[in-house]
């Protein structure tokens, strides 16, 4: 009979050495497995994260996934809810419903413990998360040539520059603020920002790719916090992963955005790629981006408390979930 277990080390190294293939990201798969080490290292990760098994009487492993428990905040209420992430069945494991079967217990322990939702990020379409009563939520990348037109000019009172600590403050309440308006959100603490920043880290260090870097920037505006940007370049592209401004306002990220596009152009990036919220797009005629649904980490929920009603983000154009928080 199958059980629900949490994984030691050495099942956990196992799972790495497979799921490599698909998740690896360029990384040797002694890097990836030691990336996912530090990272589960991390006091918020140590707090909230799980990793849990289906096994067999035979402790051979027959799925696998990461349980997150971050504060997410929906219809005005912030509430610690559940992340499913990383859900894996070994190759020849396949096709027996295992994953199924680990979802819908995990969900169970999670209801248990006063989850009232479920989230996570699909990479292989809708449909056999929905045949598990997950919903997707709509959600939008962009891409464009990269232009420099608009504002703010380069040589204005506008200016960029690496983030420090000292910045940190500024950047969290400016995350808070434009989260805040959102009808669903992660809502990240210290520790979170934290271990998001470990992960990103560690991930590029790990990497060790020189023709592609990541940057945490602050854009100042007559030399006070305007907002920052978290961006990957290289190969040509300016990914953005994360804008924010001073306040939350959509109007000001678009000049931090802007900002940040004219030093990508100087330094020979020519394409934009990215996830952006649909407020901040609006303020970027000039950019004639490419809008469409998002192909990939595709955001999907499912009510755990039967009370639960989602139709309001049905209704909204589009729910922003920035890339740094795709778990």
Partial sequence: MPRLVVARKDQIDAIYRESHAVWGAGLTPDAYRDLWDDVSHTPWAQ??????????DEERILSSLKLYLPLIRFRGATERNC??????????????????????????????????????????????????????????????????????????????RPAEDRDLQAVHEAHRAFTATQPFSIVRDQEHW????????????????????????????????????????????????????????????????????HAARRSGLRRFTGWLPSEVVQHLPEWRMNVRPRRMAVPMIRALDPKLRFDGLRAFPAVFIPYQDQF
């Fill in 47 to 56: 707090r909230w994260a799980r990793f849990y098994l289906l096994v067999d």
């Fill in 194 to 261: 934290s271990f998001l920043r470990t992960r990103s880290a560690q991930f590029f260090t790990r990497l060790g790719d020189g023709a592609v870097d990541q940057h945490f920037r602050i854009v100042t505006r007559a030399g006070g916090f305007a907002g920052y940007l978290m961006t990957s370049e290289g190969r040509g592209e300016w990914n953005v992963r994360e804008v924010g401004a001073a306040a939350g306002d959509p109007a000001l990220m678009a000049d931090v955005f802007r900002t940040g596009a």
């Fill in 83 to 160: 992340v499913l992430s990383a859900i894996f069945t070994p190759r020849r494991r396949r096709q027996r419903g295992y994953a199924r079967a680990l979802v819908e217990r995990v969900l169970d322990v999670a209801r248990r413990e006063g989850c009232s939702l479920a989230l996570l990020f699909s990479d292989i379409g809708e449909a056999y998360y929905r045949s598990m009563g997950f919903m997707a939520l709509r959600a939008e990348e962009q891409s464009a040539p990269l232009r420099v037109g608009g504002t703010p000019p380069p040589g204005s009172e506008w200016s960029l």
